[in-house]
């Protein structure tokens, strides 16, 4: 038996969220329904994350078992030919049997796609949103500085949230303008429910003059959701990168080998 990590990106469009359910087809359920016809094998497949309906990603880790002797540098061009055009599959390795993708997860890089223009793309509608008034983006950036370090963050969390703390660390946040899109990306070692995008509609509040400048910093201090703007659409929304400490890649052969 051998545990292996893929990284695998996805247009959320057409699903219902990463996760297996019920009441909708989600990505978990195409690959492991494209998994199980290469390996021959029932699999389950864990998620670094459980991106919601409409989310997108552009480096989600997905751990899984098998017996299969399909070398691991190997299942991307395997899966690929099974997949449809909006799931593909970039690497693939062996990992230790203990790693677990989504709890040994040090840090996580999300991205934000506004298209701030008078009129609505054709080509970005499912990747950006859409605000038809013009953003002042420098107190959106001034506020952007505020995101930064160790806070409670109780009031960036939708209802619904689990977590057993809402302590987070974000070590990045940037806004930058590309012609009419702003781009905003958000780093740091973990997220609450719903968090990015309640920072992203905060953001756009922020730009349009419609919330104060300082609105992060009096959120810190009330940890009342109703400190913050609305929560944005979730298809502007990308998980773009998840991040591993390196101990977490080591085989046991290799612990061996550097012991001797």
Same mark, same amino acid.
């Given at each position: 038996m051998k545990r292996i990590l893929l990284t695998v990106e996805y247009d959320?469009? #057409?699903?219902?969220?990463?996760?297996r359910q019920i009441n909708g087809l989600a990505v978990q359920q195409v690959l492991e329904e494209a998994l199980q016809k290469a390996t021959k094998e029932r699999i389950v497949v864990t998620g670094a994350s459980r991106t919601d309906a409409g989310v997108h990603a552009l480096g989600q880790a997905v751990h899984f078992d098998t017996e299969s002797r399909i070398p691991p540098e190997k299942y991307p061009f395997v899966l690929n030919t099974m997949l449809p055009r909006d799931i593909r599959v970039h690497t693939g390795r062996e990992v230790p049997e203990g790693f677990h993708a989504r709890f040994m997860t040090c840090g996580k890089r999300y991205t934000y796609r506004i298209v701030n223009s008078r009129h609505a793309s054709a080509?970005?509608? #499912?990747?950006?949103?859409?605000?038809?008034?013009?953003?002042d983006l420098a107190p959106m950036q001034e506020a952007a500085k505020q995101l930064l370090g160790t806070h409670d963050y109780a009031a960036f969390q939708a209802a619904g949230g689990t977590a057993?703390?809402?302590i987070r660390t974000i070590t990045g946040a940037e806004l930058v303008r590309f012609g009419d899109e702003i781009i905003l990306t958000v780093e740091g070692d973990a997220f609450l429910y719903n968090m990015v995008r309640i920072i992203a509609g905060t953001l756009i509040e922020i730009g349009l003059g419609r919330r104060s400048v300082n609105a992060f910093s009096e959120a810190y201090e009330t940890l009342d959701r109703l400190s913050l703007g609305v929560t944005a659409p979730p298809h502007g929304l990308e998980l773009t990168k998840v991040y591993y400490p390196d101990a977490a890649f080591v085989l046991p052969e290799e612990i061996k080998w550097h012991e001797d």
């Open positions: 959320g469009t #057409n699903y219902a969220g990463w996760q080509i970005r509608r #499912n990747t950006h949103v859409h605000v038809p008034l013009p953003l057993k703390t809402t």
